[in-house]
């Protein structure tokens, strides 16, 4: 954290459509150079709260800045400062690589040589299919030509809307080292993302769900550290749908929820090795087979899953 004023600052932020609340109150604060994750489900708010924030939309109250400009007034000068990658790939298809570069820095008064030294480290990966119609990109590349030509004149802030959506593991995990050095090199990043494995990768992360904000924003490892109920990840031969349901049956079972191959239990008075145990024995008196259940430190989406079921109602929330 810095003494500098915010790079972006949200206070109240609401937006409506018809009866449809999509923000309710938002409130954050993005610091210089912090590559910063709102996280949550489609349909959680983030595209509307980005939509402000790059200022193609208005909100119907509450205000917010981008490098310190107000995005209703000096709504033209944020679009010179701010870097936007929506969550659909929005450049020209028809086009290729090289054409939509220069198109792009060519709208900010620019070219692709004069930027090139900013663009290059993500750029060079795809140059050589310069010819190459934008259309025609693997998923992965046209991330890289995305992001790359919302870059090229050299943003002072730079707002991606899940843009890891739709692509291949590698390539998502590709994209986050991209980022990695985007702000190693100073850049403020603000990012959405429905990936709850992509939340460790930022400095600091927001959990939105139905436009609220469900906690106070945080580091991932101090979001995690705040599941304070035991916790067990548990695995047995069978239709996971059944286990699932038998979890949830069990006495002394809070919540039971399935994270990959494995069904994660919280459980209340009882320490973790002692909820574990009683599970594998609970299950093996049902009749299951090969029965693991251990002790398991708690994630970002044990966090989340638990707010979404049971919020704290004296959890500092809607602060920046």
Known sequence: MTDAPASVQVNGLVKRYDEAVALDGVSLAVE???LFGVIGPDGAGKSTLFRILVTVILPDAGAASVDGLDVVD??????????????????????????????FASVFGTSVEAEYDVIAPIYSQIEPFDDRRAGAL??????????????????????????TTGVDAVSRAEFWDMLGELKRGGLTTLVSTPYMDEAARCDRIALLQTGRLLRAPDTPEAVARSFRAPLVR????????ALLGT?????GVARAEVFGEWVHVTGAGEDAGALALRMQRALEGQGWSEVVAEPVAPSVEDVFMALMSDPDPTAEVNHG
Do not use: W
């Not at 033209?76 to 028809?94: A, C």
């Not at 998923?139 to 002072?156: D, E, F, I, T, Y």
């Not at 979890?247 to 006495?251: F, H, I, P, V």
């Open 32 to 34: 210089p150079g912090e």
């Open 74 to 103: 000096d709504y033209l000068e944020i679009r010179r400062r701010v870097g936007y990658m929506p969550g659909r790939f929005s450049l020209y298809p028809d086009l290729t690589v090289r054409e939509n570069l220069e198109f």
């Open 138 to 163: 693997s998923g992965g590349m046209k991330q890289k030509l995305a992001l790359s030509c919302a870059l090229v004149h050299r943003p002072r802030v730079l707002i991606l809307d899940e843009p």
């Open 234 to 241: 548990v695995r047995a031969t069978g239709e996971r749908a």
């Open 247 to 251: 979890l949830r049956a069990l006495d």
